[in-house]
């Protein structure tokens, strides 16, 4: 099937990327293999953390499938995007079809793109992870490859008003070595593996960064135990815990 959709994307992502200046850095991409299936596996701290995570694999020219709430399959304008992309709809309701549609793609030699923590993490460090990433990778019999993203959350994160116009902001990308699922006895295993990874990544993303806080104010996206003012990995997990208490209208 003829790519009609995505490469049209990418390019007006990149012209707006250069528009705004965005300090690119992208390492390990030579890590995501040139053909057959595989699971980017990412944290998450960025309502645009798809956007971004997906330039991981551009150096391999692959186009990553990334599953995403289904609500956004029937948005009006990002719906035909999301479905020309032939990104992968997630129906909590109904998990099992999605599940199967994901480990369908990556036994068509598809990478598919997978926040494992679920939502987006308001402490910015890397929460619990659902199995979800690794059990699909051990099915497909495919490697899932950590990805650590940072500086995305100074665009548009959960709690913050977007800045995506915002100028000249450090964005990190890296890409960890491949994990073998047939070196794991159980998806739980390669869970708690990939967790620890996704940290010492995220954390070495963090100590690389180029870009400190301009003063008090400006600690907000940084970590709590980076001198930020974010909330701390319990205080996020209250507030998430808050909010879907919250009736809704």
């Known amino acids: 099937m003829p790519e009609l959709v995505y490469p049209p994307v990418i390019a007006a992502a990149k012209t707006m990327f250069r528009v705004l200046d965005l300090k690119i850095t992208v390492d390990g991409d030579h890590h995501v293999p040139r053909t057959g299936g595989a699971v980017l596996a990412s944290n998450h701290v960025s309502y645009l953390d798809f956007i971004f995570c997906g330039l991981g694999a551009l150096e391999s020219k692959r186009l990553v499938r990334f599953m995403a709430k289904d609500s956004v399959f029937r948005h009006r304008v990002s ?39 679920a939502t987006i993490s308001r402490s910015f460090t890397v929460k619990e992870l659902k199995s979800g990433a690794t059990r699909m990778a051990r099915e497909a019999g495919v490697p899932v490859l950590p990805v650590a993203l940072w ?8 709690g913050r008003p977007r800045t995506l116009t915002r100028r000249h902001t450090p964005i990190t990308i890296l890409v960890g070595e491949p994990m073998d699922p047939s070196a794991y006895p159980d998806a739980g295993a390669m869970s708690a593996d990939l967790r620890s990874r996704l940290h010492a990544l995220v954390d070495r993303a963090q100590r690389e960064y180029p870009d400190r806080p ?10 709590a135990h980076l001198d930020g003012t974010a909330p701390t990995l319990e205080e996020a997990a209250a507030l998430d815990a808050a909010g879907r208490r919250t009736p809704t209208a």
């Open 214 to 223: 301009s003063g008090p104010e400006d600690r907000w996206w940084l970590p």
């Open 79 to 117: 719906g035909p995007l999301m479905r020309g992309m032939r990104h992968i709809p997630v129906d909590r309701r109904a998990g099992a079809e999605s599940y199967a549609a994901a480990v369908g793609a990556l036994r068509d030699g598809e990478v598919v793109g997978v926040f494992p923590e």
């Open 151 to 158: 500086g995305t959350q100074r665009l548009w994160t959960k």
